[in-house]
Protein backbone atom coordinates (compact mmCIF):
# COMPACT_ATOMS: atom_id res chain seq x y z
CA UNK A 1 0.00 0.00 0.00
CA UNK A 2 1.36 3.56 -1.15
CA UNK A 3 0.06 6.62 0.40
CA UNK A 4 0.89 10.29 -0.62
CA UNK A 5 0.10 13.23 2.08
CA UNK A 6 0.10 16.86 0.63
CA UNK A 7 0.89 19.48 3.26
CA UNK A 8 1.31 23.26 3.33
CA UNK A 9 -1.40 24.78 2.10
CA UNK A 10 -3.18 27.62 3.60
CA UNK A 11 -4.41 31.18 3.07
CA UNK A 12 -1.94 33.98 2.01
CA UNK A 13 -2.35 37.26 0.37
CA UNK A 14 -1.61 38.28 -3.38
CA UNK A 15 2.20 38.46 -3.47
CA UNK A 16 3.03 35.94 -0.76
CA UNK A 17 4.14 32.81 -0.79
CA UNK A 18 3.77 28.98 0.24
CA UNK A 19 5.90 25.90 -0.01
CA UNK A 20 4.16 22.39 -0.42
CA UNK A 21 4.90 19.14 0.70
CA UNK A 22 4.37 15.62 -0.68
CA UNK A 23 5.60 12.45 1.72
CA UNK A 24 5.74 9.41 -0.58
CA UNK A 25 5.00 6.29 2.38
CA UNK A 26 4.10 2.14 2.31
CA UNK A 27 6.37 -0.51 0.22
CA UNK A 28 8.01 1.80 -1.82
CA UNK A 29 10.97 0.20 -4.22
CA UNK A 30 11.62 3.52 -6.54
CA UNK A 31 9.57 6.51 -7.32
CA UNK A 32 9.79 7.94 -11.11
CA UNK A 33 8.18 11.37 -12.05
CA UNK A 34 6.31 13.19 -9.50
CA UNK A 35 4.01 16.05 -9.83
CA UNK A 36 1.71 18.72 -8.84
CA UNK A 37 -1.36 19.46 -10.27
CA UNK A 38 -4.23 21.75 -9.07
CA UNK A 39 -8.36 21.70 -9.11
CA UNK A 40 -9.95 24.72 -8.81
CA UNK A 41 -14.03 25.52 -8.09
CA UNK A 42 -15.71 24.55 -11.04
CA UNK A 43 -12.58 23.91 -13.30
CA UNK A 44 -11.17 20.46 -14.48
CA UNK A 45 -7.62 19.59 -12.31
CA UNK A 46 -4.86 20.97 -14.38
CA UNK A 47 -1.14 20.00 -14.87
CA UNK A 48 1.09 22.28 -12.54
CA UNK A 49 4.47 21.03 -12.71
CA UNK A 50 6.70 17.28 -12.62
CA UNK A 51 9.97 16.20 -11.79
CA UNK A 52 11.88 13.54 -12.58
CA UNK A 53 13.93 10.90 -10.67
CA UNK A 54 17.15 12.64 -12.07
CA UNK A 55 15.64 16.15 -11.36
CA UNK A 56 14.63 17.39 -15.22
CA UNK A 57 11.72 19.59 -14.37
CA UNK A 58 8.74 21.01 -16.32
CA UNK A 59 6.15 23.86 -15.54
CA UNK A 60 2.66 24.88 -16.99
CA UNK A 61 3.11 28.13 -18.93
CA UNK A 62 0.77 29.83 -15.93
CA UNK A 63 3.02 29.12 -13.22
CA UNK A 64 6.52 29.14 -15.05
CA UNK A 65 8.86 31.82 -13.37
CA UNK A 66 6.62 31.83 -9.94
CA UNK A 67 6.56 27.90 -9.36
CA UNK A 68 9.51 25.62 -8.16
CA UNK A 69 9.27 21.99 -8.01
CA UNK A 70 12.12 20.10 -6.68
CA UNK A 71 12.49 16.62 -4.67
CA UNK A 72 14.37 14.58 -2.15
CA UNK A 73 14.75 11.01 -3.21
CA UNK A 74 16.31 10.49 0.35
CA UNK A 75 12.94 10.89 2.06
CA UNK A 76 10.11 10.15 -0.89
CA UNK A 77 9.06 13.49 -0.74
CA UNK A 78 8.57 16.25 -3.41
CA UNK A 79 8.11 20.04 -2.82
CA UNK A 80 6.37 22.98 -4.52
CA UNK A 81 7.77 26.39 -3.96
CA UNK A 82 5.43 28.99 -5.10
CA UNK A 83 5.90 32.50 -5.29
CA UNK A 84 4.02 35.94 -6.08
CA UNK A 85 0.72 34.04 -5.69
CA UNK A 86 -2.45 35.32 -7.50
CA UNK A 87 -5.86 34.86 -6.49
CA UNK A 88 -6.42 32.69 -9.35
CA UNK A 89 -3.70 30.05 -7.86
CA UNK A 90 -6.34 29.42 -5.42
CA UNK A 91 -7.69 25.43 -5.67
CA UNK A 92 -6.49 22.18 -4.34
CA UNK A 93 -3.07 21.17 -4.86
CA UNK A 94 -2.38 17.36 -5.51
CA UNK A 95 0.44 15.45 -5.67
CA UNK A 96 1.22 12.77 -8.24
CA UNK A 97 3.86 10.30 -8.00
CA UNK A 98 4.70 7.18 -10.17
CA UNK A 99 5.85 4.58 -7.65
CA UNK A 100 7.13 0.98 -7.97
CA UNK A 101 5.41 -1.30 -5.22
CA UNK A 102 4.24 -4.99 -6.39
CA UNK A 103 4.43 -2.99 -10.04
CA UNK A 104 4.11 0.79 -11.42
CA UNK A 105 1.12 2.97 -11.01
CA UNK A 106 0.61 6.65 -10.39
CA UNK A 107 -0.81 7.50 -7.10
CA UNK A 108 -2.42 10.61 -5.76
CA UNK A 109 -2.67 12.54 -2.45
CA UNK A 110 -6.02 13.79 -0.82
CA UNK A 111 -4.87 17.67 -1.71
CA UNK A 112 -3.82 20.74 -0.03
CA UNK A 113 -5.88 23.79 -0.22
CA UNK A 114 -4.20 26.68 -1.43
CA UNK A 115 -6.40 30.75 -1.42
CA UNK A 116 -4.64 33.73 -2.14
CA UNK A 117 -6.80 36.20 -1.30
CA UNK A 118 -6.77 39.56 0.64
Known amino acids: QVQLVESGGGLVQPGGSLRLSCVAS????????MGWYRQAPGKQREYVATITRGGVTDYADSVKGRFTISRDNVVNTVYLQTSSLKPEDTAVYYC????????????WGQGTQVTVSS
Open 26 to 33: GTIFSIGA
Open 96 to 107: NANVLSSHWQYY
